[in-house]
């Protein structure tokens, strides 16, 4: 079993070296920086922060802090000038060159992350905030010993934290997972050692996550299951697997990683008012 240890985190001043569109939805960018030899992933949904420019700005405005103690001294800025963090998943960190890549599921102009990522070109600033060592706190797939087999529920943009899990299970584990994107050309590779089932929906084609997974027949033994994407909809496939399927409570990792009509800054705002 894993053990958590304390999980320092620092700031990273990163430049774009590459942005490529992998799919309809999805942005691939390339950064790099000297800084990058420092930091490290769990290498499954390893949540960053990313801090984005607002117009006008050539780099996004930080405190001046290494990120030890960020949360309060980023609080601290003016909103309307400091970085906008928005929360995304390292995709891969890889040496020799040391790169950092992050998959962006674009929405459009509705939201800084999505604007900013449709026009990301090599030279563009950014600022992350991410672990400096490899067992840190901020990632969530954590199946319990003793787990038989697994069930993953995502959306476009838990897809690179999907591709992260997938890749790193032990050869032959079962896993059953269901993955909702925007185009049927939004399905991409998933290479894995696992004995996984990937069943994609097309979002307004097929049955949205929920319906499918109550429609499947699962299999026997003790399951774990990792389920992120929309709010809404990780609640309803949580409530399912919980109350019609029998899962153990502490057996279901579920994570909000967008609201509909909600923008991240109101999210972190109506938590820390709870
Ligand atoms: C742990 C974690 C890991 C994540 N990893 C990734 C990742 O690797 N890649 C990634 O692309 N996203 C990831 N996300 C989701 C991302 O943080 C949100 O989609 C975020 O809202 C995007 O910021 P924005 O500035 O584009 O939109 P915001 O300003 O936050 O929101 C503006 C509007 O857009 C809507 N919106 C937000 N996201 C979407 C969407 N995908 N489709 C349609 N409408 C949307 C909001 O409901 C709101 O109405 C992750 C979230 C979490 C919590």
Not at 8 to 34: K, N
Not at 144 to 151: F, I, V
Not at 187 to 213: C, F, I, S, Y
């Amino acid at each position: 079993m894993s053990t958590v240890t304390a999980s320092p985190f620092r700031f990273f001043d990163l430049v774009v070296a590459a942005a490529e569109r992998l799919s309809p939805t999805m942005i691939r960018v390339v950064f790099a920086g000297p800084a990058l030899a420092r930091m490290e992933s769990a290498g499954r949904d390893q949540r960053i922060k990313l801090f984005f420019p607002h117009p006008g700005q050539d780099a996004p405005v930080m405190p001046n802090d290494d990120g030890t103690n960020w949360y309060p001294a980023w609080q601290a800025l003016d909103p309307e000038v400091r970085g906008i963090m928005r929360t995304y998943t390292t995709r891969s960190l890889t040496r020799d060159p040391d790169r950092l890549v992050v998959d962006f599921a674009v929405h459009g102009e509705g939201g800084p992350g999505s604007r900013w990522a449709l026009r990301a070109a090599p030279g563009d600033r950014l600022c992350v905030l991410a672990p400096v060592v490899a067992e840190n706190v901020a990632y969530d797939f954590r199946p319990p010993a003793g787990t038989d087999w697994m069930l993953v529920t995502a959306d476009e943009t838990a897809l690179p934290a999907v591709a992260g899990i997938l890749a790193a299970l032990p050869v032959g584990v079962p896993v059953r997972a269901w993955i909702e994107v925007a185009y049927a050309g939004d399905r991409l590779a998933l290479p894995t050692p696992a004995d996984a089932h990937v069943t994609w929906l097309v979002r307004g084609t097929d049955a949205p996550v929920p319906e499918a997974v109550a429609a499947a027949e699962l299999p026997g033994g003790t399951p774990y299951a990792w389920v992120a994407g929309e709010s809404a909809t990780v609640k309803a496939v949580r409530r399912h697997l919980v109350r019609e399927r029998g899962f153990d409570r502490g057996a279901v990792t579920f994570t909000g990683y967008w609201r509909r009509g909600t923008t991240e800054d109101q999210l972190l705002a109506s938590a820390e008012n709870a």
